[in-house]
Each structure stands twice: as structure tokens, then as C-alpha cells.
T-cell receptor
Framework: GAGVSQSPSNKVTEKGKDVELRCDPI?????LYWYRQRLGQGLEFLIY????????KSGLPSDRFSAERTGESVSTLTIQRTQQEDSAVYLC??????????????FGDGTRLSIL | GQSLEQPSEVTAVEGAIVQINCTYQ??????LSWYQQHDGGAPTFLSY????GLEETGRFSSFLSRSDSYGYLLLQELQMKDSASYFC?????????FGSGTQLTVLP
């Protein structure tokens, strides 16, 4: 597609359930990023994929969070045993090549996750 | 680690000029970027400075002083549609660290 696509756009679930969020990056973009944005806050880096290299998981807040990406395509972010503090907008971004700050990151519209 | 500071809110009137400042502390500096985010929308890239000086893109300009660890975004001829949050971000070798954002309100 023309832009980064994320699904679902909204997700409401009960505390303790697992959730899976999906991101389709722009075709040909080798770098893919996941961020978390709490209400009124900045973007919190979670994880970064670059081609077939080992992902940079340094931003994942706990072992309940994991993410996968197959090659240079779709990525999924999984949150296990959700907690209320996980409520936030989860944003995915892709860029033509990772590593350099000058490469614009193109963001999806995000998944708004609400934990009851 | 990396940290950034920017004002939380700025208000200006339509047609005016506004400057949003950003100071940063970082190890391994790869440049300063600016992103715009409207309420409920996705962040969109505005500009990037790797070297000292001013970069101009239409009504928007961005400035960087590496020796002062400081930059700013300058918005001219403000329009109502410029009301949004503006984030500065510093790059490392692999990722961007974003500031908490500045909420710009443009009044008629």
C-alpha cells in the first residue's frame, strides 16, 4: 500500500488477556520501528528491525512484550497478560533504510489499546 | 542515554511566527529531527538537521547548534491547521529518541 498500515485501529480487552498488533510497512522499507505513546506523552521506543539483522529490543518494557518480523514484511507486536498500564497508542513506523536519523520515519495511524 | 527538553505548550495567533526550542543530551549524535502530530493522527516528518545552521522548507525552518546541544523549529505565517504537537528527536546509530512534545495552539 501507499503508507504504513496498522491493525486493529482500536482494541479493547480485559486485563490478563493477550493481544497481537499488526503492522504492514511501506513496501521496500527495510527498517521497522514500534513505539508506545501514552496520552499526552512523547513516543517511547520499543523495538527496531533492520533487514535480517537481530532486532534491537532495548526498549521493550518487560518480558510480556515481544515482536516478530518476517524478512522485510509484516511485523506483529504481542503483549501477554495485559495490564492496565499497557493502555496506550502503539505506533509502527518504517523507513527506507535504518540507522541514520536523517531517514524519515513514516508512521501508521496506530492501534489504540485500552485495557479494562 | 539520551534526553530532550522542549516546552510543553506554545500559543500564537494566526499569521504570527513561533519558535519551538529543543535542548538535548545524547551520546552518539546523528542529527536532530522534527515531527508534527495532529490530535489522533500519525506523526509526520518535518525536517532534519545533521549540521549546524538553518534548514528551510516552505513556512517551516529548523536550526541546529551542535556545540550548544540546541535546536529549534520556526513556523512562519501561522495557519490554524498548524495547531498540533511538535516533537524533536535525536538519532543514535539505530533509533530515534523523541522529546515529550510541544502542543502548539494557533488562535484566530
Amino acid at each position: 500500500g501507499a503508507g504504513v498500515s496498522q491493525s486493529p485501529s482500536n482494541k479493547v480487552t480485559e486485563k490478563g488477556k493477550d493481544v497481537e498488533l499488526r503492522c504492514d510497512p511501506i513496501s521496500g522499507h527495510t527498517a521497522l520501528y514500534w513505539y508506545r505513546q501514552r496520552l499526552g506523552q512523547g513516543l517511547e521506543f520499543l523495538i527496531y528491525f533492520q533487514g535480517n539483522s537481530a532486532p534491537d529490543k532495548s526498549g521493550l518494557p518487560s518480558d510480556r512484550f515481544s515482536a516478530e518480523r518476517t524478512g522485510e514484511s509484516v511485523s506483529t507486536l504481542t503483549i501477554q497478560r495485559t495490564q492496565q498500564e499497557d493502555s496506550a497508542v502503539y505506533l509502527c513506523a518504517s523507513s527506507a533504510s535504518g540507522g541514520q536519523a536523517g531517514q524519515p520515519q513514516h508512521f501508521g495511524d496506530g492501534t489504540r489499546l485500552s485495557i479494562l | 542515554g539520551q534526553s530532550l527538553e522542549q516546552p510543553s505548550e506554545v500559543t500564537a495567533v494566526e499569521g504570527a511566527i513561533v519558535q519551538i526550542n529543543c535542548t538535548y543530551q545524547t551520546s552518539g549524535f546523528y542529527g536532530l529531527s522534527w515531527y508534527q502530530q495532529h490530535d489522533g493522527g500519525a506523526p509526520t516528518f518535518l525536517s532534519y538537521n545533521a549540521l549546524d545552521g538553518l534548514e528551510e522548507t516552505g513556512r517551516f525552518s529548523s536550526f541546529l547548534s551542535r556545540s550548544d546541544s540546541y535546536g529549534y523549529l520556526l513556523l512562519q505565517e501561522l495557519q490554524m491547521k498548524d495547531s498540533a504537537s511538535y516533537f524533536c528527536a535525536v538519532g543514535s546509530a539505530r533509533q530515534l529518541t523523541f522529546g515529550s512534545g510541544t502542543q502548539l495552539t494557533v488562535l484566530p
